[in-house]
Structures are given as C-alpha cells and as structure tokens.
C-alpha cells in the first residue's frame, strides 16, 4: 500500500528530530552534519528548512560514519550513549542493553558473527553488527561478557533478513571452527570418547566457556546416548526482569553446538533433536543426543591402529 503525502512529511519531519538530537548528543555543528550526510551547507539548510526527505544514500554515509544501521537512523532505535563513544573512537564499548546483566560468553557471539562472515561476506556480518552498535573489535576477547540479549537479538534480525530456520543448527556446528585452539578445545581433547565429551561439557565446561544462564544438566547417559536439559537460571531471569530468556532459534542454535562437540576430536557430529522447548509452550528445553556413529568411527580407528601396531607379549621371569 502506498504512503500519503502527510505520511512521507511526518517522516521526514522525524528524521530531522533524529538529526537534531544526533547533533546535541554529539556536539557537532550544521556544516560538520551536512558533510557527514554528503551535502553543502546551502543544501543542508534548505532541506532542514523545508523538512525535506533525503536519499538512502545520503543517510547511509551517515549511519557508516556513526557507526549505526540506516534502519537506527530512520527509526530512531540508537544507543545515544554508546554513539558518543564510539564517535571518539572507544570500539569496546558495548551497549546498555547487552552491557548489564552480561551471563553469556562473547566466544557464542563471535560464533554467530563469524559464521555471518563464512555464509554472507564481511560487509554483511559488519552491518549486522552495526544494526546494534558493536564494533568488531568488542567481540576480540571471547571470555568477557555479554547479555543474553545480543544473541537473541542477533538471531532474531538474520531471521528478519530472510535466514532460513534450518541455518541456525548450521550456525551452532560452526562453533568447532571458531573455537579451534582455544583452552575450551584443549579441555574437550583430554576426553577418551563421546560419552565422556558429553558427561563434561554438561556437567563442567558449558559454564566455564559458554554461559551461566541456565542450568545444564544431564539426565540419561549411557555410552551412545544421552538426554540433556537446560532450565534457566531464577536469578538471572530476575536480572533481566523477564519471565523467560533466549528464543527457538537460539535454541537451535545450541543444537548445533552440542551436535559439533565431538569435532574437536575429529569425530562426526552426534545427531541431535530437540523435543521440549520452553519456547513452544513446553517447561523446560531437552536435547536428545545420539553419539553412536562417533563410536562406530571411533572403535575403527583404533581397530585399525591395533591391527598396524601390534602389541608383542613376552613373559618376564
């Protein structure tokens, strides 16, 4: 359906409020803001004068100086505190809204970042990024903290720009690459098999390297299989002031991280379904987790090393 005249005016209208209060927050005078929107002075003054609609593109070389999405500019979604910082140059400043109740491991939004840049090229894992105000370098240091919110937040905008659900478990399994030689990759090595990968990552490492949202646990394990649960924890949902935290894709998500486990050991993934979630009405998310395939391939290979390197008995007297 078409906008109206008085619509485009009233929008326009907005965006030079925006404009307004992007200069009183920056301290930046008419001429500096026309340069930043790619206008002489003359031109700037007529357009603010006659609360005139600009360009995409004018507004675009806005938002890439700022350090802000197009969308923020146009709907007035920005962080005005973290706009000041990074105007003068602090790109580890993270934004209110992600900064407080940080539970989660930067090492999860590096893994969504990155996999963006692996499918969708650098320039859309930036502007992704620039959507919520985070530069790059924020996310150098996978062990600091961030809210929960930033990763649901980044899931949901993929969804909204037209990423299939399936994606999600693709973007959990690229958790092995991004964490390569990491102390977490380290630790998962130590383990003598699948099950023992599984029984640790659960019981011990999730909340060292991943989260300390909510609790994960184990409730059935045998040697091929086991089911996991995961419950959020009480007091970090009081930090957030929400009833429930995360979402379905981020769920999906997990499951592909928790598929990919085994990568570390150079084993296939587990297969790995998700029959309760809290997001679809159910009480608590399970995890079913199927390693049987990883312990088929792995008993080949050391049926194989034994076959090539045979142990010699000989008696001592």
Known sequence: MAKSAASYRNQAKALWKTFSKIQRVLGVRDGELAEMLCLSIKDFTRLRHEQRELSTSKIFSLADILHVSVENIWKDEIDYRALVESFHGNQAHIPERYDHAAFSKRRTAVTLVGFSEAAWGTTFANLTLRHFQIHPAALFRPDKMINIHFLTDFCAYLKRQGVAQNRFYEMGRFSVAS???????????????????????????????????????????????????????????????????????????????????????????????????????????????????????????????????????????
């Open 179 to 317: 964490n390569r030689g990491s102390a977490l990759d380290q630790a998962i090595q130590k383990e003598k098999n699948a099950r023992g990968v599984y029984e640790r990552v659960f019981e011990e490492l999730v909340n060292v390297y991943y989260d300390k949202n909510w609790n994960y646990g184990i409730r059935q394990l045998s040697n091929d299989h086991a089911v996991a649960s995961i419950e959020p924890r009480q007091e970090v949902l009081a930090a957030l002031g929400a009833g429930n935290m995360g979402s379905h894709l981020l769920c999906l998500f997990k499951a592909g991280v928790t598929a990919s486990l085994l990568g570390y050991k150079g084993l296939t993934d587990a297969k790995v379904t998700h029959p309760k979630c809290r997001h679809k009405g159910d009480s608590e998310c399970l995890y079913d987790i199927d390693f049987s395939e990883a312990n088929f391939i792995q008993e080949r290979r050391l049926s194989g090393l034994r076959q090539q390197y045979p142990v010699k008995h000989r008696l001592l007297f």
